[in-house]
């Protein structure tokens, strides 16, 4: 299986900043990795998918990118919708896996 | 606009059968090439794909739950099912049902997700 790691678990941040997660990956791959967010008590949305891709609708301050085993989500200019959990998820190879979380909080 | 409804017992007694139902509106289930699955997230925890199951009925399940999982789908009421055997209080989870994209393994579309408890 590939392991995701996500770093760091959480993230204390302020409206306006520009914000990174990290998703580290066990194994080495090209493209095939999604992000979702998450609030509380609600499903995941996605938000990326194939790294880099932005799914409609979704602000053009959220931005993927990475390769190997290193992806990222960048959240440029900060704002309150965005205080969240957030998850990679790579479909490189079955089993489909998830990293841990990253939860975004305000500061 | 494709939307998910998961719907079940909220509570299941250790070693019981779990039962899913994920009813799919604003789209056939056997269109566009989709697969349909299950995702569960622990109390607190990460997300763990269970499996899903592609219009054909051919089905993909994660190997750490395979022996006790079985993803079924009726056309005639556009919905999918799932059943977890066995269940232990490991088991205990929001589960959510999901759809993939045809040619990439992301989840574009979900359902709300139903808390599941295995308690006696």
């Known amino acids: 299986d590939i392991q995701m790691t996500q770093s760091p678990s959480t993230l204390s941040a302020s409206v306006g900043d520009r914000v990174i997660i990290t998703c580290r990956a066990s194994?080495?791959?090209?493209?095939?990795l999604a992000w979702y967010q998450q609030k509380p008590g609600k499903a995941p949305k996605l938000l990326i998918s194939?790294?880099?891709s932005l799914q409609s609708g979704v602000p053009s301050r959220f931005s993927g990118s990475g390769s190997g085993t290193e992806f990222t989500l960048t959240i440029s200019n900060l704002q309150p919708d965005d205080f969240a959990s957030y998850y990679c998820?790579?479909?490189?190879?079955?089993?489909?896996?998830f990293g841990q979380g990253t939860k975004l909080e305000s500061k | 606009q494709v939307q998910l409804q998961e719907s079940g017992p909220g509570l299941v007694k250790p070693s019981q059968t779990l039962s899913l139902t994920c009813t799919v509106s604003?789209?056939?289930?056997?269109?566009?090439?989709?697969?349909w699955g299950w995702i569960r997230q622990h109390p607190g925890k990460g997300l763990e794909w269970i499996g899903y199951i592609f219009y054909s009925g051919s089905t993909f399940y994660n190997p750490s739950l395979k022996s006790r999982v079985t993803i079924s789908q009726d056309t005639s009421k556009n919905h999918f099912s799932l059943k977890l055997s066995s269940m232990t209080a490991a088991d205990t989870a929001v589960y959510y049902c999901a759809r993939r994209n045809p040619r990439e393994g992301y989840f574009d579309y979900w359902g709300q997700g139903t808390r599941v408890t295995v308690s006696s």
């Open positions: 604003g789209g056939s289930i056997t269109s566009g090439g989709y697969y």
């Open positions: 194939k790294t880099s």
């Open positions: 998820q790579q479909y490189k190879s079955y089993p489909y896996t």
């Open positions: 194994q080495s791959f090209n493209t095939w």
